[in-house]
């Protein structure tokens, strides 16, 4: 291909002109921000992000666009480990934040001092979902264990709110007359037995509840459970709340080493501090996250179902124990597994 | 002409066919297999393309038509549109080139290049994209060098384009082999025996005979490159509006509940299909 010399002179202007278009859209203060999230808080940050954006555009005259990327916590983790590089990880339990601060060197071991509330700005817990009516009956975690009661579930190694699913059932057995370790285990492998899909994210279970209609009852987080009522309808579903579940704490952190590398440690800080402010509590409410603030707190209260409640830290001490006892290879997820199949065989 | 007496010979051979009475195959059995064949063309075609548009339009064309202006539905149109369109030209020159080679010399390994060539149709796309975050991930073995000169390959556009020509990498040699075989070098030597250069026989001989094929051969891996979602899903990181192709957008839409924008983009993705199918049977009318 040859052009002729005055062509040739078009078209060097005309990219010298796309390149300096180029340029002059770098240098305009428009802000990004990524944040690798879990999977039922998207309606959440659907909301939040533009709440934000506004905010920080009055505060500073700086736009701020934020891309969201949502899947199950634990696969979430593994690619930020893998180079995803969010400014700040909100996912759904603190070992998966551990990970990113042990194996990835992302942030600093200590990143849930730095925000308030052990760097969880809402906080939720486990509750059940069943069909319209109750046909089964379910009103407490020992129903869930009954012969020819269906539970889904997504899968404890991949999804952080299967974990919390199953350390709430533990924690609930445990804190029954004579409860302890063999009792609990005993408890948790009954429930499991009756267990037919095991999907590897939040969200993936909620379709298989709804769409496929698999199973009479589907054990999920509380604001997803409350989003299934609002968005799929009333009419199909009712939601179930245990006498005693878990605290589930979700946290936040900005990935230091990513935010860095963009120069956005600063806006990722705001970003998750406005979190905490009365909008974002409210916003956090509005989508069936309980608020951390008092105030918020209170005009959302009416909306959750009566529950005791008992923390990680007091049951089961920190998420780098739980992980290991329950939750890694050959850990009593595994041994339940195990113990399932061979009764299978 | 030719062809079309050919065509006529062959409509009276089957007419003569049917009609002796030794291969007739009794009314029945005739209508049964036909009334089958239907049925299940019926059923696992026919009524999956319909859910797919009758489910986009269940909200009225209302939502439809927002759900295929949003912002982000059009970033994963421009995206998809990207990725097929950097991994066609790359195809068509492979896929070339390797044809000409395999069909038109002889060399040691050649069977070895051929079984090379079906690589990506045997490997499952998701192990192709599990490979790209081994070789090109934070703890990959370029990671370091890439992250030091700030490169991004996984979890963004270049990750996906890579996917995307790893998949489609058979389509245009896969079509091209037999076809050129079939045509064998004749052309070609009579060509060069009357002073043409090596350039010039490619462009007046070889690349004449095989243009319907190479155009099959672009169509087919321009489906591919549209549709793909393992690979891609894999090395995406599902940045909305960033770095989600159409089927990715699809999978988002749905798990956010968004069913009726869900299937709008499917029928997006099926009208693409139907347009496909249509240039596809274009061509083997006029290659015909």
Known sequence: MSFKPAR???LV??????LSSLAGLVSAAELKLKNVSYDPTRELYAEFNPAFSKYWQEKTGNTVTIDQSHGGSGKQARALLDGLDGDVATLALGYDIDVLAEKGDLLPKNWQTLLPDNSTPYTSTIVFLVRKGNPKAIKDWPDLGRDGVEVVTPNPKTSGGARWNYLAAWGYALKQPGGNEETAKAFVKKIFDNVRVLDTGARGSTTTFTQREVGDVLITWENEA??????????????????LSILAEPPVAVVKKYADQHGTAELAKAYLEYLYSPVGQDIVGKHFFRPRNAEALKKYQAQFGKVKLFTLKEVFGDWAKAQQTHFSDGGTFD?????QGLKLN | MSGMVG?????????????SPATREPKWARYTILGLSLTFFAIFLLMPLLAVFVEALRKGWDVYWQAITNPDTGAAIRLTLLAAAIAIPLNVVFGVAAAWCISKFEFRGKQLLITLIDLPFSVSPVVAGLVYVLVFGAHGWFGEWLSEHNIKIIFAVPGIVLATIFVTFPFVARELIPLMQAQGTDAEEAAVSLGASGWQTF????LPSIKWGLLYGVILCNARAMGEFGAVSVVSGHLRGQTTTLPLHVEILYNEYQFAAAFAVASLLALLALVTLGIKLFIEWKSA
Do not use: C, F, M
């Open chain 1, 226 to 243: 409350y989003l299934v009522l609002n968005e799929l309808g009333k009419d199909d579903y009712e939601i179930v709340t245990p006498s």
């Open chain 2, 7 to 19: 065509g006529i010979q062959a409509y009276h051979g089957a007419e003569l066919y049917e009609l």
């Open chain 2, 203 to 206: 462009w007046r001989v070889t």
């Open chain 1, 13 to 18: 202007v005309a990219l010298a002109i796309g």
């Open chain 1, 8 to 10: 040739r002179r078009a």
């Open chain 1, 335 to 339: 041994q339940i597994k195990i113990v």
